[in-house]
């Protein structure tokens, strides 16, 4: 069992004077499992009643999951798949990342290209205090840790301008 879910047994065997029995179970963590309890449960048929289980608590080391989050303007993404906003106005997006071990960096992209930025801690910000037209573009943020990288979903700004 991982958690409150029965793993997928693979084989049960039994020894030749059937008083001892082997299960093979299937298990393929995911994030979501980190910090859960596996456990090993045995049932003697002639004492139902009684059950012997060992737990062992699992730690599961995996690649940052980014999610990418526009913190100003206030401004319902939901509806729209584009920000758009003026030349000369604040822009703040937020890079969320959920990882074990935690990200030691996080790397910003504007249409593809790594953008060199000033960025704080944990959740990293993007400040872009006095937007300008050349920061139109698609923002992804990708976060590190020793597993790798994880990149965020995208977000498209358009600064408008007067000509």
């Known amino acids: 069992w991982v958690g409150r879910k029965e793993l997928d047994i ?6 030749t004077d059937g008083k001892m029995y082997t ?46 989050h526009v913190k100003e303007p206030k401004d319902d993404m939901e509806k729209n798949t584009v920000l ?41 910000e993007l400040v872009l205090s006095s937007i300008r037209r050349e920061d139109t573009g698609n923002y992804t943020c990708l976060a590190e840790n020793s597993q790798g990288l994880g990149e965020s979903n995208n977000i498209s700004v358009l600064v408008h301008f007067l000509p």
Not at 10 to 15: E, Q, W, Y
Not at 88 to 113: E, M
């Open 84 to 124: 758009v906003v003026n030349e000369g106005d604040r822009v703040v997006l937020i890079c969320n990342a959920k990882a074990n071990p935690l990200p030691y960096d996080f790397h910003w992209r504007q249409s593809g290209l790594n953008k060199i930025v000033q960025h704080t801690g944990l959740p990293s």
């Open 10 to 15: 693979l084989r049960r065997t039994a020894s």
């Open 23 to 68: 299960t093979v179970a299937r298990f393929l963590p995911r994030p979501e499992d980190d910090n859960s309890f596996v456990s090993c449960r045995a049932y003697n048929s002639y004492f139902p009643e009684e059950t012997l289980e060992d737990q062992w608590k699992i730690t599961i080391v995996f690649t940052p999951v980014s999610i990418l």
